[in-house]
Antibody
Framework: QLQLQESGPGLVKPSETLSLTCTVS??????????WGWIRQPPGKGLEWIGN???????YYNPSLKSRVTMSVDTSRNQFSLKLSSVTASDTAVYYC???????????WGQGTMVTVSS | DIQMTQSPSTLSASVGDRVTITCRAS??????LAWYQQKPGKAPKLLMY???RLESGVPSRFSGSESGTEFTLTISSLQPDDFATYYC?????????FGQGTKLEIK
């Protein structure tokens, strides 16, 4: 059974870089049928798509975050990662990783990890 | 960006009721729309894709339809497990965008 698990610091200082990793178990991240994505949800608010990555490394980012986002994939560890630079309090959110089926719907999600930006 | 507008924001209903949630796209998205259910403290769960296709394992009381740029999620007979927040998402074009959510509450 496919599972995704986010990991990373729960507290990041303003202006620093947020770094998260999603570990995939139960399937290979190199499965060419799927992309992998990040979505975030500020406390009490809705969902915002951050970006997608394919096992080859090709990426699609939300233009609103593109200048600060870097996604990468490590096929040897079956992981993909998110880096968000120059964070502010508005980046405080639950960050989810998810599998993207056929480059459209997010069919499997991680449990989410809360990241707070504060000094 | 394509804006997705859901209505209502909050819906109060009782077990056994038939309820409908609407999602309107700011421009054509063909049928490239998904619906998710989210419970407090949990990740969203995919319910429907391509506007009207039921995700595997999702009860048949959930259904979806479309008319132009307006999409609806219907629950035919509410069950206690259905009280949650529902989001629509378009995947016609980047950036993917979500509706603001509809919270389904117990009356």
């Amino acid at each position: 059974q496919l599972q995704l698990q986010e990991s990373g610091p729960g507290l990041v200082k303003p202006s620093e870089t947020l770094s998260l990793t999603c570990t995939v178990s139960g399937d290979s991240i190199s499965n060419s049928n799927y992309y992998w994505g990040w979505i975030r949800q500020p406390p009490g608010k809705g969902l915002e798509w951050i970006g997608n990555i394919f096992y080859s490394g090709s990426t699609y980012y939300n233009p609103s975050l593109k200048s600060r986002v870097t996604m990468s994939v490590d096929t040897s560890r079956n992981q993909f990662s998110l880096k968000l630079s120059s964070v502010t309090a508005s980046d405080t959110a639950v960050y989810y990783c998810a599998r993207l089926r056929s480059m459209d719907t997010f069919d499997i999600w991680g449990q989410g990890t809360m990241v707070t930006v504060s000094s | 960006d394509i804006q997705m507008t859901q209505s209502p924001s909050t819906l109060s209903a009782s077990v056994g009721d038939r309820v409908t949630i609407t999602c309107r796209a700011s421009q054509s998205i063909s049928s490239w729309l998904a619906w998710y259910q989210q419970k407090p403290g949990k990740a969203p769960k995919l319910l429907m894709y391509k506007a009207s296709r039921l995700e595997s394992g999702v009860p048949s009381r959930f259904s979806g339809s479309e008319s132009g740029t307006e999409f609806t999620l219907t629950i035919s007979s509410l069950q206690p497990d259905d009280f949650a927040t529902y989001y629509c998402q378009q995947y016609n074009s980047f950036p993917y965008t979500f509706g603001q959510g509809t919270k389904l509450e117990i009356k």
